[in-house]
Structures are given as C-alpha cells and as structure tokens.
C-alpha cells in the first residue's frame, strides 16, 4: 500500500551542528507537506512542496521534493535548542481526495 | 482568527463508556480530518469530512467509531464501548481548501485515557 517513510525515528545532534533527515514514498506524490511537533503539543504546518525537484528556504531550514517526487529531504543549518521536536513528512498521493499519509516523524534532540 | 478549537483536552473514560470529542475548524474553513496519535507514533489518518459529508472515512474503525460535520456546530469524533486500545491523542485539522494548497491546521488534541 502507499505509505512515506521515514527512518531513523530519533537523531542526536550538538547544537551548531548541521541537520538532514529524508522522506521517501514507494509510489509518486501529488505534494508533500512538512509538519513539526514540539512535546506535548500539536503539529504545526512548516511547507508543501509540489514541483519536481522544488527547493525552498525557510531561514536555517531547506526542503527538497526529488525529481521523482517520491522523496523528499529537510536540511537544518547550525541546530538551535528551538529546532528541538519531531518533525513528520505528508505525501498527498493522486487521486487521494486531500487526504495525507503521515510518516512516523523523526525526533530530534539538541545537545547544548 | 481563532485557530482550530477542540474540546475537551483531556478526557478519561472507563472501559465500556461513550466519548465525544469536538472540533471547531478555524474561520472560513470547511474541511475536517481527524487523526489518531499514539505515544511515540505518527499520525494515522481516520476520516475526512466537509460540511454534513463525509469524504474518505477509510481510517476508521469499521465498528464504535462514528464521525459528523453537521451544517450547524462543531465536528463530532464518536467513540461508543471505549476500549483501552483507544486511549490515544486525538486531533482534528482543517483546511481552506482540498487538492495541492490544502495546508492543514491542527487544533491541541483530545488526549483520551480509558481507564
């Protein structure tokens, strides 16, 4: 069936460290939607990206949609304490009436 | 403009009673999907619903769980015979539109703990 991947489920990093982590789709995405979710709170809407190979920039955060757009990548420059949380990738496939399919979420941990 | 609403936060249950979780989308907003979250998981779609219709409910239990996005009010997640499996965080999202441009908003969650 359609689902998005994304391993690992945690990563450690030292603050000022860079940071990537990937997405990956085992059939072609519409669009894929960045969310990230501190503890305890609720997802919070971060990008979508829709074209093949889009790459976009939100200060010291780049998001890459593949060319295949099955995949799809979130780099994070010189890591802050703030950038602390889990952040999930959502594909919309075709023909899938709005609806997302999640990832698991990566977890990120900052070491100060 | 008030962000997506849901009520109550925290709801406990014992096993065998009902659950009625509610969400006000945010203004001007006629879509509602409704998510289930456990403890170190992702987010698993369970249904998808306009203005009194349900669009995909292919997430949902096929028995107990019941959803509605009535003309009037907010939208209902219906829980009946709660079981300990479905304690879990509970949200809603909205969004403006459906298809490419659809970001969704999420509202706090209901976290449900059966007892």
């Known amino acids: 069936g359609q689902q998005v991947m994304q391993i690992p489920q945690y990563q450690h990093v030292q603050e000022g460290e860079d940071f990537t982590t990937y997405c990956n789709s085992s059939?072609?995405?519409?669009?894929i939607q960045w969310y990230k979710q501190r503890p305890g709170g609720h997802p919070v809407f971060l990008i979508q990206?829709?074209?093949?190979?889009e790459v976009k920039k939100q200060k010291r955060l780049t998001f890459q949609f593949g060319e295949a757009k099955k995949n799809s990548s979130l780099h994070i420059t010189a890591t802050q304490t703030t950038d602390v949380g889990t952040y999930f990738c959502?594909?919309?496939?075709?023909?899938?009436?709005?609806?997302?399919?999640f990832g698991k979420g990566i977890t990120l941990s900052v070491r100060p | 403009n008030a962000g997506v609403m849901q009520n109550p936060r925290h709801l406990v249950r014992r096993r065998g009673q009902e659950a009625r979780l509610r969400c006000s989308p945010m203004?001007?907003?006629?879509?509602v999907y409704w998510y289930r979250q456990l403890p170190e998981e992702g987010l698993k779609f369970m249904v998808y619903?306009?203005?009194?219709?349900?669009?995909?409910e292919s997430g949902m239990p096929k028995e107990r769980f019941s959803a509605e996005f009535p003309k009037e009010g907010p939208s209902i997640l219906r829980i009946q015979q709660v079981v300990r499996g479905d304690s879990a965080a509970y949200f809603c999202?909205?969004?403006?539109?459906?298809?490419?441009?659809?970001?969704?908003?999420f509202g706090p969650g209901t976290r449900l703990t059966v007892l």
């Open positions: 990206l829709v074209k093949s190979g």
């Open positions: 203004k001007g907003h006629s879509h």
């Open positions: 619903l306009q203005k009194e219709n349900i669009i995909d």
């Open positions: 059939t072609t995405l519409s669009n």
């Open positions: 999202a909205s969004s403006l539109l459906a298809g490419g441009g659809n970001e969704q908003f």
């Open positions: 959502a594909g919309e496939y075709p023909g899938a009436n709005s609806k997302l399919t």
